[in-house]
């Protein structure tokens, strides 16, 4: 079982950034693929970001490369999303998932790996971007 904790959402000005915050417990955080997901109002949730177990495959959504930055410390059970240069269209709350398995690097060259089922779900913390 894993349970996850967003944190560091907030309001923010067009072109700021924010860093929000994963954290999570179990001693085998190591062992979980890890991704951020997004859901703004009375739209359905998407996939924003991916990370491999080991950090070393990422993967994201077109309409934050470049601009958003996943990562992750295993020795701190935490999972990071670097939000910079944001937009109003960036309003949502963010959560965090978990996935007790490890998909190849292939899933993330592919972007198959936005499509993978996540079997852990933080409560999710809210990021609004005014212009």
């Known amino acids: 079982q894993m349970q996850l904790v967003e944190s560091g959402g907030g309001l923010v000005q067009a072109g700021g950034s924010l860093r929000l915050s994963c954290a999570a417990s179990?001693?085998?955080?190591?062992?979980?693929?890890m991704a951020w997901f997004r859901q703004a109002p009375e739209k359905e949730r998407e996939f924003v970001a991916a990370?491999?177990?080991?950090?070393?495959?990422?993967y994201y959504v077109d309409s934050v490369k470049g601009r958003f930055t996943i990562s992750r410390d295993n020795a701190k059970n935490t999972v990071y999303l670097q939000m910079n240069s944001l937009k109003p269209e960036d309003t949502a709350v963010y959560y965090c998932?978990?996935?007790?398995?490890?998909?190849?690097?292939?899933?993330?060259?592919?972007?198959?790996?936005?499509?993978?089922?996540?079997?852990?779900w933080g409560q999710g913390t809210q990021v609004t971007v005014s212009s």
């Open positions: 998932a978990g996935s007790n398995g490890a998909p190849s690097g292939s899933y993330y060259r592919t972007g198959t790996i936005r499509n993978h089922k996540y079997d852990y």
């Open positions: 179990g001693r085998t955080f190591s062992t979980y693929a």
């Open positions: 990370i491999s177990t080991t950090g070393r495959s990422t």
